[in-house]
């Protein structure tokens, strides 16, 4: 058994090291990350942490020291990894949450276009009062006196339009 030396590795014994062990390390760390990029990174850093401190490993134990290390570095990139990954989740469940479909302006136009349908197919009696009260933007009063009929009866033309408009374009508010 060879005990730890206080000297420094030298730069032939860390480049034999890398020879002996580097190919059989990156082949272990690809079962661990499976990303070639960050294979090298991880490699890298065991290697320099071997210049750091491999000085105080026993010879014989050099090879499990450099592969627990990389391991170690390779766990630590997988919770970096998760915890980019659950942010980066957040964030587009926020983006999706704050995305409606005003913003699209296809669908827009693709549900002008249904409002549209579904209005002319109302009766031309709520028509004529949705279009006074929205298109128009007149009160009901107004309504009622320009028709000649009685406010309720504006009252009620309008509330049936919109309940009739709320069933056929049900899906709208759902998607929303």
Known sequence: MTFPSEQRLTEAEIAALYEEHGEELRRFLWGVVSDWSQIQDITQTTFRKLVEVGHQ??????????????????????????????????????????????????????????????????????????RMRIYEDKTFSQIAKELDIPLGTALGRMRNAMIKLRGKLAWIQRDA
Not at 59 to 78: D, G, I, N
């Open 57 to 130: 490993t026993e010879t014989e134990s050099r090879k499990a020291w450099l592969f627990q290390v990389a391991y170690r570095e390779a766990l630590a990139y997988r919770r970096r990894q998760g915890t980019h990954k659950k942010a980066l989740d957040r964030l587009q469940e926020n983006q999706a949450d704050d995305a409606t479909v005003e913003d699209d302006p296809l669908v827009r136009a693709e549900v002008t276009v249904m409002v549209r349908e579904a209005v002319d197919q109302l009766s031309p009696d709520l028509q004529q009062v949705l």
